[in-house]
């Protein structure tokens, strides 16, 4: 769910998607307690949920419904790799752990000889894609009404 704002904002515009992931990220690292510095490296991830909304804009310039369950796999697909990237050289370098959504998965897979990577990957997938899905349609379901209002608002002032 941290990425809500990010995903509504990069509906408007890549700024406004760029600044609300980096609010996010600072405003976590600033007042969540015991968040090292390190997590920092996340905001790759919001970074590339913004540039995928705003390349799928620009390719199909409308979204509509289906084009927002295309966009739900394809955020929480490419999140899942790009997570397990970044947390196999956060283990390597910082002896990284993961959150508590994966770290049983991680545990079990990893425990049982599996690639580091493989073993963040693999529980990844089913998350991100619940947890993008409810992103992405409130986001989308956000940037619509707030979309709608300011039309309203354009037409008042217009009358």
């Given at each position: 769910m941290d990425t809500l704002f990010t995903v509504a904002a990069s509906f408007f515009g890549a700024v406004s998607g760029v600044i609300a992931a980096a609010l996010y990220h600072i405003l976590y690292?600033?007042?969540?307690?015991?968040v090292a510095a390190s997590?920092?490296?996340?905001m790759i991830c919001s970074l590339t949920i913004v540039l995928i909304i705003r390349l799928y804009i620009k390719i199909r310039k409308?979204?509509?419904?289906?084009?927002?369950?295309?966009?739900i796999f394809l955020i929480a697909l490419i999140i899942s790799v790009e997570g397990a990237v970044i947390f196999t050289v956060l283990n390597a370098c910082t002896n990284f752990t993961e959150d508590s959504q994966i770290k049983f998965m991680y545990a079990l897979l990893n425990s049982n000889n599996v690639?580091?990577?493989?073993?963040a990957l693999l529980p990844?997938?089913?998350?991100n894609i619940l947890d993008k899905a409810i992103?992405?349609?409130?986001?989308w379901f956000s940037f619509k009404g707030v979309r709608k209002i300011l039309?309203?608002?354009?037409?008042s002032k217009k009358a």
């Open positions: 690292l600033l007042f969540y307690q015991n997590s920092l490296v996340w409308r979204v509509e419904f289906p084009d927002i369950i295309l966009l690639s580091v990577f493989v073993s990844r997938v089913p998350v992103c992405v349609l409130l986001g039309e309203a608002i354009t037409a």
